[in-house]
């Protein structure tokens, strides 16, 4: 049973546009959530995080909103630039738990 | 050099043998964490470990076990290998206390393939 979701295996995006990659999540204890992004031959490396107490967390071009009560967060990109291209995890955790439970991850394609 | 230190980066094995991934940490974080990773189903937790007398099963743990021999190393073994575990195994750390951001930090994965 896939407790975190991303429903969209692949998103292209030209360059300098937004791009918007979406999760999904089915536990109500989750409450701190994270955004990683992976390059081939690497591993994951962290991008941003956001606690259930707050809606919307930046950092440079990177912002995550996260809606509890459809239980999904979204990361936004804006500008998107090639070197953007990976595959993006999105995970969640219970705090206190400090168990990680992955997504199935979105791969981006931004197009110059 | 690499904070999270995983070995052997590539392993070809065949259906039955032992296999052992090994993983060895210089952040002095406290937790560490095994996931592999496989095509259309992304990250999943095998196993976790708070301390060196803490080991917790993660979410498809069955043919799995691990050793946490130090603060620092974090060893993953299958018995007998299968084909269904070829897959990207990665090891990965976590910092207790401190402004505490969630962040893991992983290694560089293990490529696993098993015929």
């Known amino acids: 049973d896939q407790q975190v979701k991303q429903n969209s295996p692949s998103l292209s995006v030209q360059e300098g546009r937004i791009s918007i990659l979406n999760c999904d999540y089915t536990?109500?204890?989750?409450?701190?959530f994270l955004w990683y992004k992976k390059y081939p031959a690497e591993g994951p490396t962290f991008l941003i995080s956001i606690s259930s107490i707050k809606d919307k967390n930046e950092d440079g071009r990177f912002t995550v909103f996260l809606n509890k009560s459809a239980k999904h967060l979204s990361l936004h990109i804006v500008p998107s630039q090639p070197g953007d291209s990976a595959v993006y995890f999105c995970a969640a955790m219970t705090s206190g738990t400090y168990k990680y439970i992955f997504g199935t991850g979105t791969r981006l394609k931004v197009l110059a | 050099d690499a904070d999270v230190t995983q070995t052997p980066r590539n392993r070809i094995t065949k259906t039955g043998k032992r296999i052992m991934l090994e993983c060895s940490q210089t952040k002095g974080h406290d937790r560490m964490y095994w996931y592999r990773q496989d095509p259309g189903l992304g990250l999943r937790l095998i196993y976790y470990s708070f301390d060196v007398k803490d080991i917790n099963k993660g979410e498809i743990s069955d043919g799995y076990s691990v050793s946490r021999q130090a603060q620092a190393k974090f060893s993953l073994s299958l018995e007998s290998a299968i084909p269904n575990q070829t897959a990207l195994y990665f090891c990965?750390?976590?910092?207790?206390?401190?402004?505490?951001?969630?962040?893991?930090?992983f290694g560089e994965g293990s490529r696993l393939t098993v015929l």
């Open positions: 536990n109500s204890m989750f409450d701190y």
């Open positions: 990965a750390t976590s910092r207790t206390g401190g402004l505490y951001t969630g962040e893991l930090f």
